[in-house]
């Protein structure tokens, strides 16, 4: 653990004040490793970081899942060296009762990922503790990047444009949807990523109408609109884009739509600004589309929150509660699903800045292939 995590875990606790909250249960491996830099995923067995709203975290740990850092210093030295308390314990004892006698009075935040089987007889043992999800003391904080995490998502995402330019001028006559998807895993092995971030949607013709199409054996033909929406994984980080391509001789409808679809994205991204609610970032996009006569074919909300994972908690959608706030990263992704036909989505990953936006993604909008 180093200032990076002790200023996270700071500001897990403040958020825990203001949730009420005497103590916090982190069991989500990609929040352990936000939290501390361990990289731990146990499984079905018990491992937990407590984080306590005064004094130090301490890991509930098994000790088939050994950490990097502090295994087997004492609290005094853990403490004296910035570390959460290792506490551990081997399978056959009672990994629940030990973390029953560290668990502070009050109201216990258990994250969502918890299985209900630890959490049910944890309330068992401790019928004195209140229980809440406290999953968003650590989600609303992860939603704010730092200048290290928007730096890793910058490099992330220009792999991510590298990746699509290469893989659309792989694109042949006779080539399938899951060669592609094949190549495109090569492809972040030679610029640099660790691997997908996501099972990459590849989708030829009328399987682009399936916003999450899954790549077959379908054969490429000139002609068939193809959509990539892709993502790597760089330094724990994920990207995402998604880019539409017309090939052959468009037809007058897949020109309109494309061009539909490409203007409502780039008019919610113009918006983007600290204090905008995200629901009138979906409400303008979805207008638009409208306004063009494609209302009923937008058929998702208009972005995500993205991270460590390619999906994290907070959405663009007109039932969000959020405002946006610089270090926020999200996707904008307008698109427009014609069963039987063809769909066209266009994604790019905004970071809120203290003045507007900066987009993540450089590869070309168009319909052409570069």
């Not at 790597?232 to 001789?249: A, E, N, P, V």
């Not at 006569?293 to 039932?319: A, D, N």
């Not at 989505?345 to 003045?355: A, G, K």
């Amino acid at each position: 653990m180093n200032d990076m995590h002790a200023n996270r875990l700071a500001a897990v606790r403040r958020r825990m004040e203001e949730m009420g909250l005497s103590s916090l249960l982190v069991s989500e491996p990609a929040a352990l490793w936000y939290l501390t830099g361990e990289t731990i995923h146990p499984g079905e067995r018990l491992t937990v970081l407590l984080v306590p709203a005064k004094g130090s975290a301490l890991w509930i740990r098994n000790r088939l899942f050994p950490l990097a850092k502090g295994m087997d210093l004492s609290p005094e030295e853990a403490e004296k060296a910035g570390l959460p308390a290792d506490i551990s314990f081997e399978d056959g004892e009672d990994g629940l009762a030990l973390l029953s006698r560290h668990l502070p009075e009050g109201t216990v935040g258990i994250d969502k990922f918890w299985p209900s089987h630890f959490l049910l007889s944890l309330m068992e043992k401790r019928k004195d503790l209140s229980f809440k999800n406290g999953s968003p003391a650590v989600d609303r904080t992860r939603a704010i990047k730092d200048g290290e995490e928007t730096d890793t998502m910058r490099l992330a995402s220009f792999i991510n444009d590298r990746a699509m330019e290469r893989i659309a001028r792989f694109l042949h006559d006779g080539v399938t949807e899951k060669e592609c998807a094949r190549r495109l895993l090569a492809i972040y092995g030679e610029e640099g990523a660790e691997g997908f971030s996501f099972p990459p949607i590849v989708s030829f013709g009328p399987h682009g109408a399936d916003p999450h199409h899954m790549p077959d054996d379908t054969v490429f033909h000139e002609g068939d609109v193809a959509l990539f929406d892709i993502g790597c994984r760089k330094d724990h980080y994920c990207s995402d884009m998604t880019r539409t391509f017309l090939t052959g001789t468009p037809s007058e409808e897949e020109k309109k739509v494309h061009t539909l679809v490409r203007e409502a994205g780039e008019l919610a991204e113009s918006l983007v600004r600290p204090g905008i609610p995200l629901s009138e970032l979906d409400r303008a996009a979805r207008d638009y589309i409208a306004k063009g006569g494609y209302g009923p074919f937008f058929t998702h909300r208009l972005g995500h929150f993205i991270g460590i994972k390619e999906h994290e908690e907070g959405e663009v959608s007109s039932s969000s509660p959020l405002t946006a706030e610089p270090g926020m990263i999200f996707s904008i992704e307008p698109g427009v699903y014609l069963p039987g036909k063809f769909g066209v989505r266009i994604e790019d990953l905004v970071l809120v800045t203290d003045t507007g936006c900066e987009v993540l993604n450089h590869a070309p909008r168009g319909w052409e292939i570069s």
